[in-house]
């Protein structure tokens, strides 16, 4: 079957780092678009990394600068490093693939705070 499980979110204070990870298994991963996503309750699901099967990345405005999205197509991972974390950072973040389909992780929560 087909599975992506993230894990790595945490507490952390403003201004520091964590490093998400999602692993996949059923699905040929070198051929799959993955992404991050993140969403608080009330709010639209919105991406905050991409990185395509062949490498190219792209991030939402606001990450820019601060998170690196990077994949390991042998250990069918996916990783984002968040750096310089803010309060507005907190949500629970998702990891997606896709290629005919989409398919979802479960989540992991960020949470950022002092």
């Known amino acids: 079957q087909v599975r992506l499980v993230e894990s790595g979110g945490g507490l952390v204070q403003p201004g520091g780092s964590l490093r998400l990870s999602c692993a996949a298994s059923?699905?040929?991963?070198?051929?799959?678009?993955v992404g991050w996503y993140r969403q608080n309750p009330g709010k639209q699901r919105e991406l905050v990394a991409g990185?395509?099967?062949?490498?190219?990345?792209n991030y939402a405005d606001s990450v820019k600068g601060r998170f690196t999205i990077s994949r390991d197509n042998e250990k069918k991972m996916v990783f984002l490093q968040m750096n310089s974390l803010k309060p507005e950072d907190t949500a629970v973040y998702y990891c997606?693939?896709?290629?005919?389909?989409?398919?979802w992780g479960q989540g992991t929560q960020v949470t950022v705070s002092s």
């Open positions: 997606n693939g896709r290629y005919r389909t989409n398919y």
């Open positions: 990185i395509t099967s062949g490498g190219s990345t």
């Open positions: 059923g699905i040929i991963f070198a051929i799959y678009d």
